[in-house]
């Protein structure tokens, strides 16, 4: 099975068939897809004007796509470069115990749905690399009270996601899951009183 750096390479390769081309960029997102499979492909035709379902996109454009792909698997890696320096050094302390935001980290080793989108037409706006810069960002300044992406307080529990984890709160402006020990116990309250009161209304 090829990897991610193989089928960059392909991607690149001029002389192969524009359709194979598109189709090495669509196995890179085997190996990293950060919102997901389906919403990483949707975001990244987005931002680089291919139709999803376009079979022969511009070679440029798939270009430019997989530019923005590697940027923030580049992004990632060297992420994770560090925390396993870091756990290596706290086990040598005699720190055995990741704490919450490092046992969620270990779940999404590798980068495939490190912040799930659970509808795969809403995503965060901005490049990739930005995004998981401002996650990072997140996750080594503790709990907050909002979505760690956005800013935005519009979190809503949802009990039905069609992914692992099956609950969790979203954000009702980008769309991400976001992941539990980013929030406050008092944004995760927030988010399951925002489910109740949506459905009162509705009745």
């Given at each position: ?144 009270s909002a ?26 402006d980008c ?29």
């Amino acid at each position: 099975m090829a990897g991610f750096r193989a089928l960059a390479r392909e991607v690149r390769n001029p002389r192969r068939h524009i359709t194979a081309r598109r189709t090495s960029l669509r196995k890179c997102l085997e190996r990293f897809a950060p919102y997901g499979h389906r919403a990483t492909w949707h975001h990244l035709c987005t931002r680089s004007g291919i139709a999803p379902e376009d079979r022969r996109p511009d070679p440029l454009r798939l270009l430019t796509a997989l530019e923005e792909l590697e940027e923030a698997r580049t992004l990632w890696l060297a992420y994770e470069a560090d925390f396993a320096a870091r756990r290596r050094q706290e086990k040598l302390l005699g720190i055995r115990q990741p704490s919450a935001v490092d046992d969620w980290h270990l779940r999404t080793w590798g980068g495939c749905d490190i912040i799930p989108c659970e509808n795969p037409q809403t995503h965060p706006d901005g490049r990739l690399a930005d995004v998981l810069r401002r996650l990072i960002v997140a996750m080594e300044s503790g709990p907050g009270s909002a979505c760690p992406v956005c800013a935005r307080q519009d979190l809503m529990w949802r009990e039905d996601l069609d992914r692992y984890p099956s609950a969790g709160p979203v954000c009702g402006d980008c769309g991400i899951v976001v992941p539990l020990p980013l929030l406050t116990t008092e944004a995760l309250s927030a988010a399951r009183r925002a489910v109740r009161e949506s459905r009162y209304a509705t009745v």
